[in-house]
């Protein structure tokens, strides 16, 4: 069976509520604008709508460096990447290696609150940067732009300088390029992936309807995520890649309430795969799950179990 962690939410003051209410407004402003750009430009300039659509989808929102959960700074290293510049990458400790693996949009420091106590079990623990997010050098597409392949390349280049997994911990993006550079060939024990994301095809068309994309640009949106990828979105599905029990033994951890990737993602991966259980959590969201203490404890305890996973839905 799986587990549930339930954590109420602080009653929200008055004005963070209004902070909340002013951004939403901005954010509803902006996109607004963008789909009448994009609903002009898909009748007199088809082209720059594929190109406006193609630069909407890699840039990454927010800041650089967001929520930050370490309570204590590594060692970082630069590490190079195949398409130019560096990543960083931070190091704790000694001992079997565990990665780190943010998602779109994250940064090392989100996932802070696990390195503590992953090196008093006597782990090494790397944090990975990908191309324009934390300090790592912005990705080949400019400022503030990204891809999935640059993100698998990143964890590629820890995985080359730092070795064998004994456990990997992701979250929501993540947790696809923990899992497709395992597949790969870096050789892993044990896996936690935190909210992970659902397929690449679904997010496309929630993207497209969102941006309300003509058919013709959402068409083109996805052939040219192929060209850049060159593989085909289905390839980079998480759902299939564990199917046949070649995924090492997981630990799937998702909210309830989370708004980002839905919960019966995370529920129907560890359904689907042999290997894997699942523990709930419920009021924690996609973000604030990075710092619950049970969840840290869950996925401590998970890494550093002997005994296979027993599976539980």
């Not at 004005?15 to 939403?24: F, G, L, Q, S, V």
Request: with cysteine.
């Amino acid at each position: 069976m799986s587990t549930t962690t339930t954590r109420p939410s602080p009653r929200a003051s008055v004005k963070a509520r209004t902070a909340r209410a002013r951004r939403r407004s901005l954010a509803l402003l902006r996109l607004a604008w963008i789909r009448a750009r994009l609903r002009v430009l898909g009748v007199v300039a088809p082209v720059a709508a594929d190109r406006l659509a193609l630069d909407l989808w890699c840039t990454i929102r927010g800041p650089r460096a967001g929520r930050d959960h370490r309570t204590t700074t590594g060692e970082v290293h630069r590490l190079p990447v195949p398409r130019g510049g560096t990543v960083a990458a931070e190091v704790w400790g000694e001992g079997p290696v565990v990665y780190l693996v943010h998602g779109w949009g994250g940064w090392r420091g989100q996932l802070g609150s696990f390195v503590e106590p992953l090196v008093a079990a006597g782990h090494r623990v790397v944090a990975v940067d990908a191309p324009s997010h934390g300090d790592s050098d912005d990705g080949f597409m400019g400022h503030r732009r990204g891809t999935v392949m640059e993100m698998i390349e990143a964890f590629e280049a820890a995985g080359r300088e730092f070795g064998p997994a004994a456990g990997v911990i992701a979250h929501s993006l993540g947790c696809t390029v923990t899992c497709q550079v395992v597949a790969a060939g870096l050789p892993a024990e044990r896996l936690v992936l935190i909210a992970p994301n659902h397929d690449f095809a679904v997010v496309v068309e929630e993207f497209s309807r969102v941006l309300r994309l003509p058919s013709r640009v959402a068409e083109h949106l996805r052939g040219e995520l192929e060209r850049v990828t060159e593989r085909s979105l289905a390839s980079f599905d998480l759902g299939p890649l564990g199917v046949d029990g070649s995924m090492p033994d997981t630990l799937v951890v998702h909210d309830r309430t989370d708004k980002e990737t839905p919960y019966r993602v995370g529920a129907q991966i560890a359904s689907d795969w042999p290997n894997a259980r699942l523990h709930s959590t419920e009021g924690l969201g996609h973000q604030r799950i990075l710092a619950d203490p049970v969840v840290v404890d869950e996925a401590i305890g998970h890494l550093t179990r002997r005994a296979p996973v027993e599976r539980g839905r």
